[in-house]
């Protein structure tokens, strides 16, 4: 990257995460990006569909998330969105995406590792349950396949598992060594004491989708008895932190007629989630 295009990518970033105050009158002046000279489609169809929002009251569709993520997200977690996922992704990684694809060789927009199949629970019908649980991936290996993902523009990988907190240390010190890059991390949330919400917090570029069944009758029934506490006490010290999380759902037929009910979305909004699978 030259020294010019690093300047005006700082300064993007810094504008746009300017934006994100939680307040609907500051959102209203990343619409002005429309007239920036970007060559990226999806960009420029992200910024028509924010401006159709805003001027459809804000409470809806992208207006109505963006000015959640403001609100509820910490400084740095802000800018590392914006820079990481949406810059840095988004933009320079479809880029060199675009550029190396060819009929030879198809380019990936993002990758699932999954590091261990190591678990602290034992879910029923758990996937991950029927694999070995050796062989980790050490950190060289790891290493690897994220400056692989580098040259590819791949700037977003989620991190399956297992238990990715299982190897937090190593994890932890992977995404800040990788800052440039966005983490997703699948994970129970029975792992996310205090110590490592606050190690998110301060590095800002992974979000946590913590598994739910439902309410605490399901989520205990499938995970084992006190799970559904620890996943609460978990999204109140990411919610607390201003962490960007999520929720990850599966469905089965003794939930469907609870977790597709606009209460059980409610209910963990209410508890902090920004996403849900």
């Known amino acids: 990257m030259s020294l010019k295009t690093a300047v005006l990518k700082r300064i993007g970033v810094n504008r746009v995460a300017g934006c994100l105050t939680g307040k609907s009158e500051d959102l209203k002046r990343l619409v002005s990006l429309q007239n920036v000279p970007v060559n990226n489609p999806g960009l420029q169809a992200f910024l028509r569909g924010l401006s159709r929002d805003i001027e459809a009251g804000g409470d809806r569709g992208m207006a109505a998330l963006f000015t959640r993520l403001g609100s509820a997200m910490n400084r740095r ?11 840095n992704w988004g933009v320079q990684g479809a880029r060199i995406r675009t550029d190396l694809a060819s009929e030879d060789m198809w380019v990936p927009s993002l990758i699932v590792v999954s590091p261990t199949m190591r678990c602290n629970l034992k879910c029923t019908g758990c996937y991950s349950g029927l694999y070995t649980k050796d062989g980790d991936l050490s950190r060289a290996d790891l290493e690897r396949i994220f400056e692989e993902c580098r ?30 890059m966005f983490f997703l991390t699948y994970t129970n949330g029975t792992m996310l004491d205090e110590p490592t919400v606050k190690a998110l917090a301060r590095l800002g570029n992974v979000a946590p989708a913590i598994s739910v069944e439902g309410y605490q009758e399901h989520t205990d029934r499938r995970r084992g008895a006190g799970v559904h506490e620890k996943v609460l006490k978990a999204m109140g010290l990411l919610k607390q932190h201003g962490v960007l999380f999520g929720m990850s759902v599966t469905y089965t037929r003794e939930n469907i007629e ?3 009910r606009d209460e059980f979305i409610e209910y963990y909004l209410d508890k902090g989630i920004i996403f849900a699978w």
């Open 151 to 180: 040259r590819l523009g791949v700037y977003f990988v989620v991190i399956s598992g297992g238990e990715p907190y299982v190897l937090k240390d190593t994890l932890l010190s992977l995404f800040k060594k990788y800052n440039d």
């Open 77 to 87: 977690a802000r800018h590392k969105l914006v820079e990481n996922l949406i810059f």
């Open 258 to 260: 609870v977790i597709t």
